[in-house]
């Protein structure tokens, strides 16, 4: 089996920023609508430190990356307090979708750079920064986008699924959150069936074609 160590450590690197901002935009966003909980446990931070889970940011998506397996990472989760929000569940709606929303922001930032940025042929014994400047910026769009459309799908502990508990009425959401004991098996059948195209492969695909790019 054919390893690029370089590529990996990119990938890596640029996952862990990312699950870094996604979970930070998640604490933030409860902090602005009342609740500090995650502030005051010192989730509102660049330091990936404070989010990492060892199995889910580190175990998991190194296997991915080196097997080729299908890749699923996480973050420890943002501890939200419903009570302590302004508007209770509406609220908690936001701070679900915020973390998925912080992605695609990282995504269409990456867009817009390469958009901008002159990229060099390569030549050979000439130093070259701007093609590999390009290929982080090209994984950081791809990868926001994957973990934006990935998050979104409507199952708990998804972001999707939050957002979808958020907006049922209150009984059909108690019924729903049930869901959530299943959940990773329910998220590795999606992977793993060809609902995957539909929920996540087309999305990406469409998302990545809006965005401005060289």
Do not use: C
Request: aromatic share 8%.
């Amino acid at each position: 089996m054919d390893i690029n160590i370089g590529q990996i450590f990119i990938s890596f690197i640029v996952l862990l920023f990312s699950l870094t901002i996604h979970e930070m935009a998640h604490a933030w966003t409860a902090d602005r609508l009342g609740d500090p909980t995650a502030r005051l446990l010192g989730r509102i931070s660049i330091n990936p430190l404070v989010h990492a889970d060892p199995i889910g940011t580190i175990l998991f998506p190194l296997i991915g990356l080196v097997t080729g397996a299908p890749l699923i990472g996480w973050a420890k989760p943002v501890p939200v307090n419903l009570r302590r929000l302004r508007h209770g569940r509406s609220d908690y709606v936001l701070v679900a979708a915020a973390g998925p929303a912080s992605n695609l922001a990282l995504a269409l930032g990456a867009a817009l750079l390469l958009s901008v940025m002159p990229i060099s042929p390569v030549t050979l014994d000439e130093m070259n920064v701007s093609v590999p400047i390009a290929a982080i910026l090209s994984q950081l769009l791809r990868l926001n986008v994957l973990l934006a459309v990935f998050n979104m799908i409507p199952i708990p502990p998804l972001d999707g699924g939050n957002v979808l508990a958020g907006l049922l009425p209150q009984r059909a959401a108690r019924v729903f959150d049930q869901i959530g004991q299943f959940g990773f098996i329910l998220i590795y059948a999606v992977v793993l069936s060809p609902a995957f195209d539909y929920l996540v492969v087309k999305p990406y695909l469409t998302i990545v074609s809006w965005l401005p790019t060289h």
